[in-house]
């Protein structure tokens, strides 16, 4: 069954530490997006990838790294956690068609203290 | 940048009442989907209408691109379509924008 699947589920960060939240897809997309929700604010886009070994800035970019070594795998890295960076985190995969279906992952909790 | 607002932003309906969700956008979609997030925060894709109306199931979405706007109506409401329902929309740059969502109780 296509998926995509998150780690960890949650964690617990101390400020000025690197995070790093992975995402694997088993649907054979082509497009992964990295979400953040807060409440609130709905959800937003940090980063997302078209392609393997390429990846886009969303819209609050900042304080995120993201890799996307194959099509399959798409991490976002925190270099330097901060308490604003407190959320839930979701990554989504879709395929290229115009009218294609996101599938979300189950989320990853993040704690920075 | 683009805006995508719902309504109401929050619900409570009787089991079997039809409940109607609203969606209005800032600038033309090339894409529009709605997405409903359980109480747990699974997130699943509901429909995608980015025009006209479109049925399934007990969900039926109409979208009038023009007026920039698009509803869900969800008919004889049962207490496990409660959660938050979330519209998000994308234009030409392959990226989606997220409303902040309605917030949906179904009461036994």
């Known amino acids: 069954e296509a998926a995509v699947t998150q780690s960890p589920r949650s964690k617990v960060a101390v400020t000025g530490g690197k995070v790093t939240l992975s995402c694997h897809q088993t649907n054979n997309h082509d497009y992964m997006y990295w979400y953040r929700q807060d409440t609130g604010h709905g959800l937003r886009l940090i980063h997302y990838?078209?392609?393997?070994?390429?990846?886009e800035k969303g819209d609050i970019p900042d304080g995120y790294k993201a890799s996307r070594p194959s099509q399959e795998n798409f991490s976002l890295i925190l270099e330097l956690a901060s308490l604003s960076q407190t959320a839930v985190y979701f990554c989504?995969?879709?395929?290229?068609?115009?009218?294609?279906?996101?599938?979300f992952g189950s989320g990853t909790r993040l704690l920075v203290i | 940048g683009q805006q995508v607002q719902q309504s109401p932003a929050s619900l409570v309906l009787q089991e079997g009442e039809n409940a109607e969700l609203q969606c209005n956008f800032s600038?033309?979609?090339?894409?529009l989907q709605w997405f409903y997030q359980s109480p747990g925060g699974s997130l699943v894709s509901l429909l995608s209408?980015?025009?006209g109306t479109k049925h399934t199931g007990r969900l039926t979405s109409t979208t009038v691109t023009k007026e920039r706007r698009s509803s869900l109506h969800i008919s004889s409401s049962q207490t496990t379509d409660s959660g938050t329902y979330l519209c998000a929309i994308e234009a030409n740059t392959n990226k989606v924008v997220f409303g902040t969502g309605t917030r949906l109780q179904v009461l036994p």
């Open positions: 209408n980015p025009s």
């Open positions: 989504a995969s879709r395929d290229r068609g115009a009218n294609s279906d996101y599938t």
């Open positions: 600038s033309t979609a090339t894409q």
């Open positions: 990838s078209y392609v393997a070994d390429s990846t």
